[in-house]
């Protein structure tokens, strides 16, 4: 059985790399004047937006441009991994209080699993978010507010590791808690979902 191939536009992708907010990709179109591109692409949907297009003859020059984006896109995330100067180690379990999904999640200070977390992310100041909608029952998502960012997200109950202990929350992700719980009560109610889409 053949694998399908990732198309953008007209081009076959030959490389993709996701870091930081941004998706970096290499495709070959053998039929095109410049059948070597490298874009950047945005955007979690389908089809993919390609953003920043630039298209060569030749193979190892758009390569060493892909690989320039790389560099550009490393020295990005370091930049913003570089606001948390605080403890970057990983909460475990031994940092967590079980969950009792059929109690409900709102309101609680989750902790993501590292592993559902992209490399670059796989720290303690990415892991923590507050669950405001779903409760992660029967296959249900937790939607919630990553604690470092304030960027919205959906999560599946596999994902969620537990419940942070008071104890271990840090004092930063508590400051950040309570802006978020004054930014929650200053917005209008919306429907749960509503709000995440």
Same mark, same amino acid.
């Given at each position: 059985m053949a694998t399908e191939k990732r198309m953008?536009?007209?081009?076959?992708?030959?490389?993709? !790399?996701?870091l930081g907010d941004r998706e970096l990709v !290499?495709?070959?179109?053998?039929? $095109?004047? !410049?059948p070597y591109m490298t874009?950047?692409?945005?955007?979690?949907?389908?089809? $993919? %937006?390609?953003?920043?297009? $630039?298209a060569s003859k030749d193979y190892l020059e758009a390569l060493e441009v892909f690989a320039d984006r790389i560099k550009h896109q490393?020295?990005?995330?370091?930049?913003?991994?570089?606001?948390?100067?605080y403890d970057m180690d990983p909460f475990s379990a031994e940092d967590c209080l079980? !969950?009792? %999904?059929?109690s409900g999640v709102l309101g609680k200070v989750l902790v993501l699993r590292p592993e559902s977390l992209r490399p670059e992310?796989?720290?303690? $100041?990415?892991?923590l978010i507050h669950a405001q909608a779903g409760s992660g029952r029967r296959g249900s998502p937790v939607f919630g507010t990553f604690l470092a960012t304030g960027d919205?997200?959906? %999560?599946?109950?596999a994902d969620v590791l537990g419940e942070i202990r008071p104890e271990r929350l840090p004092r930063w992700a508590r400051r950040r808690l309570d802006l978020c719980l004054e930014l929650l009560e200053a917005q209008p109610r919306k429907e749960e979902t509503e709000q995440w889409t």
């Open positions: 953008i536009e007209n081009f076959t992708v030959l490389q993709s !790399l996701s !290499l495709g070959v179109n053998k039929d $095109a004047a !410049l874009c950047y692409c945005s955007g979690s949907g389908s089809p $993919a %937006w390609p953003t920043e297009v $630039a490393i020295r990005e995330v370091r930049s913003e991994l570089g606001r948390f100067p079980p !969950l009792d %999904w059929d992310y796989q720290h303690g $100041a990415y892991q919205k997200g959906r %999560w599946k109950r």
